[in-house]
């Protein structure tokens, strides 16, 4: 810390192109914010002690395929299966095609299994008593304004009801939020339909569902169950996969997109342009420098102290604007969020954001630093001096 104030002066020797460089750094960690924020959210669906409390199972050939409703009896006597519920894609869009909302009909108790959403139980009761009642996630009722009392058309994108058309009609008679004033997740975006009334007024839909959600005594022996349950259909029409809530999501939306991997590639590109430019206005600081460095050694400082005060230069720099871009993106996250009306919605920057981050940051640092910094460990006194 004895020469901070050296490597300050040193830093900010060319102001310009230190912001510049600094700019640049900013825009490169406000776009990791953004996107390891979205990229942490989906790697931790499921991932609550509820979740791994809950199995899905699914048809083995495709989450498109139904299941028959019997085997919803055979589950429950499945042993450490301590309670059984199901639910349908409905597909959904409002106002237009665009509006693509995330709709099920699911069975009575399907809120049973998930005790981190919490209904009013006014609202609940009317929900069992309502038959084209539906429960909406806060952030949609946010998004389009909605109220409770409310009748709103949606028009599927898969299934008719009974007069032939696409064209639907509900009440929103409930609130799904997130207990305690957290989150409730993928649930804060849903819309939740009775599973009979669909099944009624539907003529595509008759004794099966899309999926069940089973919930385990012990979440030690779960494997052992799923393997029992997908036992029950083995070698006939209908076989079942069944996993762990966490995987199953994983592996649905591995089939639209690898999240982890187009977050990477994104990364990647931007980081390896950061190192180039970075390292650039490095090599430039001390080759300007030359001189001044030589001066240092003559009065006294060894080549491992040049080496350091290089390299805290180059880490100083690149810590500066990383702190503020993903300080940035903290603060705009909920603004862009609150402004949109949860159209756009951004998760908040955890820790696993800022520990990547900060790592990031000195690993960048370092590999931008280490050439320059070894140029002028090794600088010879006599030639610096003289020019060459």
């Known amino acids: 810390m004895k020469y901070f104030h050296l490597i300050w002066a040193a830093l900010f020797r060319r102001k310009a192109r230190t912001f510049l460089t600094l700019a640049s750094i900013l825009a490169a960690f406000l776009l ?3 996107l390891d924020g979205i990229r942490t959210t989906f790697a931790q669906l499921g991932q609550s002690a509820d979740g791994a409390q809950r199995l899905q199972t699914t048809s083995r050939l495709s989450i498109v395929e139904t299941l028959p409703i019997s085997l919803e009896s055979r589950i429950r006597r499945v042993d450490n299966i301590e309670e059984v519920t199901w639910a349908n894609w409905f597909g ?3 106002q237009n095609p665009r509006n693509q909302l995330f709709t099920f009909a699911v069975a009575p108790n399907y809120l049973d299994l998930y005790p981190e959403v919490d209904v009013e139980p006014a609202q609940l009761d009317a ?4 038959r084209d009642g539906i429960l909406v996630g806060q952030q949609m009722m946010t998004r389009f304004g909605w109220e409770v009392g409310q009748r709103i058309p949606l028009q599927s994108t898969i299934f008719p009801n009974s007069d032939g058309t696409l064209n639907w009609s509900f009440e929103i008679v409930g609130v799904l939020r997130g207990k305690e004033g957290r989150s409730a997740g993928f649930t804060d975006a849903l819309i939740l339909m009775h599973y009979d009334y ?3 007024a539907t003529p595509y839909v008759d004794d099966t569902v899309g999926w069940y959600i089973s919930r385990v005594s012990d979440v030690n022996r779960s494997d052992a169950a799923a393997k029992a349950i997908d036992a029950l259909s083995v070698n006939s029409p209908n076989e079942t996969k069944t996993m762990n809530e966490q995987a199953a999501m994983a592996a649905q939306l591995n089939q639209m997109a690898d999240i ?3 977050v990477g590639s994104i ?4 980081f390896f342009t950061l ?3 970075t390292g650039n206005t490095m090599a430039q600081a001390v080759r300007e420098r030359t001189s001044e460095l030589a001066v240092l050694k003559t009065i006294g400082f060894t080549s491992a102290s040049v080496l350091g005060m290089v390299l805290a230069e180059s880490i100083l720099l690149v810590v500066i604007g990383g702190v503020l871009g993903l300080g940035l993106a903290a603060v705009l996250s909920p603004v862009v969020t609150a402004a949109s009306n949860g159209v756009i919605s951004l998760p908040a920057i955890g820790w ?3 520990a990547l981050g900060l790592g990031l940051m000195i690993v960048i640092g370092l590999l931008v630093g280490a050439l320059p910094a070894m140029r002028a460990m090794r600088l010879n006194i006599v030639d610096a001096l003289a020019g060459r």
């Open 32 to 34: 990791f914010g953004m």
């Open 92 to 94: 959904g869009a409002y």
């Open 127 to 130: 929900w069992k008593r309502t």
């Open 198 to 200: 669909f099944e009624e």
């Open 260 to 262: 982890g991997l187009i």
């Open 267 to 270: 990364m990647g590109a931007v």
């Open 275 to 277: 190192l180039l430019l």
């Open 352 to 354: 696993q954001s800022w």
